[in-house]
């Protein structure tokens, strides 16, 4: 069984740019979660989507956005970079929201 | 103060020895409780998932959970190189409002295995 898949695993941006971020869960799952991870703050959860509605969201600023497609691919966005949105970006995907919770390898993005 | 602590580390040990990790935390509604490994340039992979109090063991990993002191724990017996990664202790709440797909993690454990 394929697992999480997030794509691109890398992006280079400049500050005011936007960035869209692609995860494809595990065939089954309709929960879709998303974290960022940096060395500072470690993991922190953003929101979670199922049935194409947000269910759950994190302390971010509203320029962190995100959507569920019908076949349960999500995607996020981020706009108006800043030099602090550098991180490594994990998607994650369980059967209805609740754990266990199975990541993809992430799409690290760096902000110039 | 973070919801979840957990001692950074980092951890060195020799091969084969039984490794301890552990976290604490606070918010006593926690009821689903987790352990993943990290490697470098790599998604965090589950290692043990527990509900409520308890131990549950898988091959040379075992946790424990203990609710009543907000302590939970990750032995690893027959440490190995190959265990060298990070480890990161994760709760959630449950079924139910703001608690969907949210896991909180703590900071994770940086472990070396050395042959």
């Known amino acids: 069984k394929a697992g999480v898949t997030q794509t691109p695993r890398y992006l280079i941006k400049t500050r005011g740019q936007q960035v869209t971020l692609s995860c494809s869960p595990i065939s089954g799952h309709r929960s879709v979660s998303w974290y960022q991870q940096t060395p500072g703050q470690g993991l922190q959860f953003l929101f979670e989507?199922?049935?194409?509605?947000?269910?759950n969201k994190g302390n971010f600023p509203g320029r962190f956005s995100g959507r569920q497609f019908s076949n349960s691919r999500s995607e996020m966005n981020v706009s108006t970079l800043e030099l602090g949105d550098s991180a490594l970006y994990l998607c994650a995907s369980s059967l209805e929201g609740l754990t266990p919770q199975h990541f993809g390898d992430g799409t690290r993005l760096s902000i110039l | 103060q973070k919801e979840v602590e957990q001692d950074p580390g980092p951890l060195s040990v020799p091969e084969g020895a039984i490794v301890s990790l552990n976290c604490t935390y606070s918010?006593?509604?926690?009821?689903?409780f987790m352990w993943y490994r990290q490697y470098s340039r790599k998604g965090p992979e589950l290692l043990m998932y527990t509900y409520s109090s308890g131990n549950k063991e898988d091959g040379r990993f075992t946790a424990q959970v203990d609710k009543s002191s907000k302590y939970i724990s990750l032995f690893i017996r027959d440490s190995q190189p190959s265990d060298s990664a990070t480890y990161l202790c994760?709760?959630?709440?449950?079924?139910?409002?703001?608690?969907?797909?949210?896991?909180?993690f703590g900071q994770g454990t940086i472990l070396t295995v050395h042959p």
């Open positions: 994760a709760m959630s709440e449950g079924a139910g409002g703001t608690s969907y797909g949210k896991l909180t």
């Open positions: 918010n006593s509604a926690f009821q689903y």
């Open positions: 989507y199922f049935s194409e509605t947000q269910r």
